[in-house]
C-alpha cells in the first residue's frame, strides 16, 4: 500500500524543523524527528523508511510489536517507546525498543531496568513530565522530577538521557513556548544537580507546537499527523 501523500509530508516535516532550527540560530543537525506511527499500517512505517527515515515512535504496545515483527528485516529501525506503560507491559518494551520517552514512576524504571537484556545497550530513557500540572494527566510532577532522576541514575541497564512532556493545547506560539521552556529549565536544574548524568535530551513539539519546542531547545520532535495524516 503506497501513500501518495507521504513523500511530500515528509518532506514538508523536515524543512519544516530545519526552518525552526535555522530560525532558532541552532545546527540543522541538532534535533531528531521522531516519525510517530500510531495507529498507521506497517506499510506507512515501509515507505517512510525508504524515503530515509530511522526513527520510529508508537503508544501502543501490541500494536508496535505486530509492527516491530512484519518489519523485522529492517534492523536500522531505532523504535521509541513513547505512550502510557503499564507495569505488565514492561518486558517486552524492554526488549524490543531503543527509547522510552514516557517514565514517570520508578516502579516502571525499575521493571525496565530489571528486563533489559544484557546482550543489548542500556535503555534510553526520558522522564515525562506533566509540565502544564493537569490533573489526571501523565507524568511526573515538576517538583518530583529531580527525586525520581536520582533514582534512575543508580540503574545500570537504563540510560536517563532527558525530560519529555505534552503541555496542555496552546494558542499562541508564546503560550506554546512557556511550558516548553519550562521543561528546558527543569532539565538544565537537573543537569546541575546530577553532573555525572548526560542529560541530552528535550523529547518536546509535536503537530501543532513543532516551532515553539524547537525554539525553546526541544532535541526531539515528535511528529504524527503532519507526516501520517490525521489518525
Ligand atoms: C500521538 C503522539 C504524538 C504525535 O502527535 P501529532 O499531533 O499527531 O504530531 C507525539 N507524542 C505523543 C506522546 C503522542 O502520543
Keep these: 500500500m503506497f501513500d501518495v501523500a507521504l513523500p511530500e509530508s515528509l ?21 531528531l524527528l521522531l516519525a510517530v506511527s500510531k495507529t498507521k499500517p506497517e506499510s506507512a512505517v515501509r515507505q517512510a523508511h525508504q524515503l530515509g527515515q530511522r526513527d520510529f515512535g508508537e503508544n501502543y ?7 516491530q515483527t512484519a518489519l523485522s528485516e529492517l534492523d536500522d529501525i531505532v523504535w521509541h517507546f513513547i505512550g502510557p506503560l503499564q507495569s505488565n507491559k514492561t518486558r517486552s518494551v524492554a526488549e524490543r525498543f531503543a527509547w522510552v520517552h514516557s517514565v514517570d514512576r520508578l516502579k516502571i524504571a525499575q521493571r525496565l531496568n530489571e528486563q533489559r537484556p544484557a ?17 489526571s ?7 518530583e522530577t529531580l527525586a525520581l532522576a536520582r533514582e534512575i541514575l543508580t540503574l545500570p541497564r537504563l540510560r536517563l538521557r532527558g525530560l519529555m512532556a505534552i ?18 529549565k527543569l532539565r538544565d536544574e537537573l543537569q546541575a544537580s546530577l553532573p555525572e548524568a548526560l542529560l541530552d535530551t528535550l523529547s518536546m513539539g509535536m503537530s501543532d507546537d513543532l516551532e515553539a519546542a524547537v525554539t525553546e531547545g526541544a532535541t526531539i520532535v515528535r511528529l504524527g499527523s503532519a507526516i501520517f495524516g490525521a489518525r
Design 61 to 67: 504496545l501490541q500494536e508496535a510489536l505486530d509492527k
Design 11 to 31: 518532506a514538508t516535516a523536515r524543512e519544516r524543523l530545519h526552518r525552526a532550527l535555522e530560525h532558532a540560530g541552532r545546527p540543522l543537525d541538532d534535533a
Design 119 to 135: 546482550t543489548l545497550a542500556p535503555l534510553n530513557v526520558c522522564l515525562q513530565v506533566n509540565i502544564s500540572r493537569e490533573p
Design 167 to 184: 503541555p496542555a493545547p496552546a494558542e499562541s506560539m508564546a503560550q506554546q513556548q512557556a511550558p516548553f521552556a519550562a521543561l528546558r
Design 137 to 143: 494527566k501523565s507524568g511526573v510532577a515538576p517538583e
